[in-house]
């Protein structure tokens, strides 16, 4: 089964499912095809976070982002990623792919997404980093959630989000000070 059919398939779903709150979770099922398996015939290392895009397609459908983003010509952007993987999934194998919104800071969104085998044993677990861009710059995070009529502040970011935001502040200041040779 093509990536491009199971874009399609997500997007009607979400677009006929319940719509979500802006910190819910968005649960997606799937099935391992011969076409995500590598040399391991296990579930590439890779299709992972491609499978993540669409779950994080269904979420944005579901609580109702891309008309926000449509109306504002906003666009979403990846900053990073950071995932563990726990356990492999063979081919066929069905699965549930778990996303929901963390919380945020000035320029960040973190969200978590979870991949489940169909006994609920966690798969593969991964945080990612997004933001939204629209001429000119970043679009606020304050500016997003008040869109969505959130007018308190982020919910708390569990520690190990701030972990993962300290290593990547001191990969960037290790950038700076330029590449160095292997």
Known sequence: MNLYLRLIRVVVAALLGRRLGLLDDSVVRFRVWPND??????????????????????????????????????????????????????????????????????????????????RGAVVAHAVVKAAFRRRGGTVPTAEIAAAFGWTGPSPELPAYVQALRDGEEAMRESLREGPRAA
Do not use: C
């Open 37 to 118: 398996l590598d040399f391991n015939l296990h579930m590439n290392n890779g299709r992972y976070l491609t499978v993540m895009d669409l779950g994080r397609t269904d979420l944005m459908l579901r609580v109702g982002l891309v008309g926000l983003l449509w109306r504002r010509r906003w666009a979403p952007v990846l900053g990073g990623a950071t995932i563990r993987y726990r356990r492999s999934l063979a081919a066929f194998a069905g699965y549930r792919l778990r996303s929901r919104l963390l919380g945020w800071d000035e320029k960040w969104l973190y969200l978590e997404q979870g991949f489940e085998d169909a």
